[in-house]
C-alpha cells in the first residue's frame, strides 16, 4: 500500500489541508481523509441547511485559497439565480448561507476525488477513536473497527463541543434544530449564551416556528456586533513595550481606535487591522497577561471581532426591541429539572437577589467547548498516551509554530484551526485556517522528505 498521512476531521481545516496535502506530497502517497458525522466539508460551521444561519464573513473574506481572494465570491456569481437564494447584498458587503459555503467546501473535494489518475484522497466515513504508534507511524483504528496504517496524522477535529451550560433534561442542541421537538407557542425557552451561537439560535427557533418568549443569558449579557463599510486601516506599529501587559495593550489600541475616528474612520477598521499580527501578538503576551485576556477581555473583544451580517444582527434587534428576546446578565446558580420544564436560579450581574426562570428548553449556546470538556476518544487516548497534551490554558491542544503537537513523546502529529486556539487565539475562521493548511501541508510534506526509509517504500510502492 502506498504511504499515507490520515487528516482526521473534514470541515474546513481537514478538507483544505487534505487538498493541499495532495499537492505537496511526492504524487506516491495518498491521503486519507476521516469524518465521522454526515458529509465531507462542511463540518459543524456550514453543515446546517437553514437559509437565515448566514455567514458571519463578507463572502469577499471567504476564499478557500490564500492566493485566490476571489475564488468563492466567483463561485457564488456563476451560481444559476435559483440556487442563490438566501444570499444578501448588504453596504456592509455581500452575505451568503452557511449552508451555500458548505455546498462550495464539498464540491472543491468532489473535485478532487474525480481527478483522473491513481485515486490518492480516500474518504472514511468512520470516526476515528485511537492512533497507536507502530512501526514508525500509527495504526488509526476507527469506531467501525476498522484500522488503517499511517505514516503520521493531521488533527483537524476543529470546534469541539462541550458541556458549557449546566446540565439539563430539557437541553437543546443549538447544532441539531430538528431535535428541539414540539415546543409550546407561550412559555420561555432559555438560550444559555449571548454571542453568534446564540443569534443562530434565536434564528432556528423561529425557523421552526416558535413565537414564544426567549431570555438569553450570559454573564456580560453582550451581543456581537454588526458588520459595516469598513476601509483598511494600517497595522498600527506595537512595540515589545506594547506587550508587557494587557493594560498597556489594550491602552494602545484603543489609542488606535480614537485616532481612527478623529481621521473620520470606524473602529472595524482598526480592529480588521489587527488580524494579521493577532497570533504575534497573542505569542508576545506574557502568560499571565493571556490569561487575564480570557478571563477579563475575552467577551469585549469577541463582540468586536466576531460580528454578525447586518440581516441577523437586525433580527436581534428587532426581537428586543419587541420585547420577544429578553436579555439578561447574570449566571445560572442551579438548575431543577421538573417534567416538561426546568427551574433554572439566576443570580443577575451585579445583584444579590436570585431569580427564578421557568423554562420549556435550555439550548447551550456557550459556543465551542474546551478541551478538558470534550469526551472525543481520540483526543482522550492521545493525551493519555502522551502524544498530545492541553494547551498552557486548556483551550486546544499544545503546537509549535511548525503545527506539531507539543507533547511528552515527540511524533508525527499536526495540528491546524480551533484546537490551536490556545497557541494563536485568533485561527478559528476561514482568513486564518486557509494559509494554515497551505503551511502544514508544506512542513508535513518537508518531513516527508527527510524520512528515507518512508521514501524509499514510497518509491518502490
Ligand atoms: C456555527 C459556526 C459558524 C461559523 N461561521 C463562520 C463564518 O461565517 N466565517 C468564518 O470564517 N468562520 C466561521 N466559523 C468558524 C469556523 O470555526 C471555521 O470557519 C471552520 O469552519 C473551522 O473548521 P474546522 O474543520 O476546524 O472545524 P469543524 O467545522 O468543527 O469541523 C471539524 C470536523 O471534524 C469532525 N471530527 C471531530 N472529531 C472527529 C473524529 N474523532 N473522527 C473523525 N471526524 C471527527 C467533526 O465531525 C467535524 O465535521 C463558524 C463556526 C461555527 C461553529
Redesign the pocket.
Known amino acids: 500500500m502506498n504511504p499515507v498521512i490520515a487528516v482526521?476531521?473534514?470541515?474546513?481545516?481537514?478538507?483544505?489541508a487534505a487538498l493541499h496535502l495532495l499537492s505537496a506530497l511526492p504524487r506516491s502517497w495518498s491521503v486519507l481523509l476521516?469524518?465521522?458525522?454526515g458529509?465531507?466539508g462542511?463540518?459543524?460551521?456550514?453543515?446546517?441547511d437553514a437559509p437565515a444561519?448566514?455567514?458571519?464573513?463578507r463572502a469577499a473574506?471567504?476564499s478557500a485559497y490564500p492566493d485566490r481572494p476571489e475564488h468563492f465570491s466567483a463561485w457564488l456569481g456563476r451560481l444559476p439565480d435559483g440556487e442563490r437564494s438566501g444570499v444578501v447584498v448588504t453596504p456592509a458587503g455581500t452575505f451568503a448561507p452557511?449552508a451555500l459555503?458548505g455546498r462550495y467546501l464539498a464540491e472543491l473535494l468532489t473535485e478532487a476525488v474525480v481527478t483522473p489518475g491513481p485515486p490518492r484522497l480516500h474518504l472514511?466515513h468512520?470516526?476515528?477513536?485511537d492512533l497507536v504508534p507502530e512501526a514508525g507511524g500509527y495504526s488509526l483504528r476507527?469506531?467501525g473497527g476498522a484500522s488503517y496504517p499511517v505514516a503520521g496524522a493531521v488533527l483537524?477535529?476543529?470546534?469541539?463541543?462541550g458541556p458549557g451550560a449546566p446540565p439539563s433534561r430539557h437541553r437543546l442542541d443549538?447544532?441539531r434544530p430538528e431535535e428541539f421537538g414540539r415546543l409550546h407557542p407561550d412559555r420561555p425557552v432559555l438560550v444559555v449564551g449571548t454571542g453568534?451561537?446564540m443569534v443562530?439560535a434565536v434564528s432556528s427557533l423561529r425557523g421552526r416556528g416558535f413565537p414564544g418568549p426567549v431570555v438569553a443569558l450570559s454573564r456580560r449579557g453582550l451581543v456581537p456586533n454588526v458588520h459595516a463599510p469598513t476601509k483598511p486601516w494600517p497595522v498600527p506599529d506595537l512595540t515589545a513595550a506594547d506587550l508587557a501587559s494587557l493594560t498597556r495593550l489594550t491602552r494602545r489600541i484603543r489609542a488606535e481606535i480614537a485616532a481612527a475616528a478623529r481621521a473620520g474612520r470606524d473602529w472595524r477598521d482598526v480592529i480588521d487591522a489587527l488580524r494579521p499580527v493577532i497570533g504575534y501578538l497573542w505569542r508576545g503576551l506574557p502568560s499571565t497577561e493571556r490569561a487575564r485576556f480570557l478571563r477579563h477581555l475575552r467577551p469585549f473583544w469577541d463582540v468586536h471581532r466576531h460580528r454578525a451580517?447586518p440581516p441577523a444582527a437586525a433580527a436581534i434587534t428587532a426581537e428586543i426591541a419587541a420585547g420577544s428576546l429578553d436579555l439578561r446578565a447574570g449566571h445560572i446558580l442551579a438548575i431543577a429539572d421538573e417534567p416538561g420544564e426546568a427551574v433554572v436560579t439566576i443570580r443577575p450581574r451585579g445583584g444579590t437577589a436570585d431569580e427564578t426562570l421557568t423554562v420549556q428548553g435550555i439550548v447551550d449556546a456557550t459556543?465551542?467547548g474546551r478541551i478538558d470538556e470534550t469526551g472525543?476518544?481520540?483526543?482522550r487516548r492521545l493525551t493519555g498516551r502522551g502524544l498530545a497534551r492541553p494547551d498552557a490554558f486548556g483551550l486546544g491542544l499544545a503546537a509549535g509554530d511548525d503545527y506539531r503537537l507539543r507533547a511528552g513523546r515527540a511524533g508525527r502529529l499536526w495540528t491546524?484551526?480551533?484546537?490551536l486556539r490556545g497557541t494563536l487565539w485568533e485561527c478559528?475562521?476561514?482568513?486564518?485556517?486557509r494559509g494554515q493548511a497551505v503551511e502544514v501541508a508544506a512542513l508535513v510534506a518537508a518531513e516527508v522528505e527527510r524520512l528515507p526509509g518512508l521514501r524509499r517504500r514510497a518509491a518502490s510502492a
Request: with cysteine.
Open positions: 482526521i476531521g473534514a470541515g474546513f481545516s481537514g478538507s483544505m476521516c469524518e465521522k458525522a458529509s465531507f462542511r463540518g459543524l460551521a456550514y453543515g446546517t444561519h448566514l455567514l458571519n464573513l473574506n471567504m452557511r459555503y472514511v468512520d470516526g476515528v477513536t476507527t469506531e483537524a477535529m476543529g470546534n469541539l463541543t443549538p447544532w453568534l451561537t443562530d451580517a459556543g465551542i472525543d476518544p481520540l483526543l491546524l484551526g480551533p484546537l478559528v475562521a476561514v482568513p486564518d485556517i
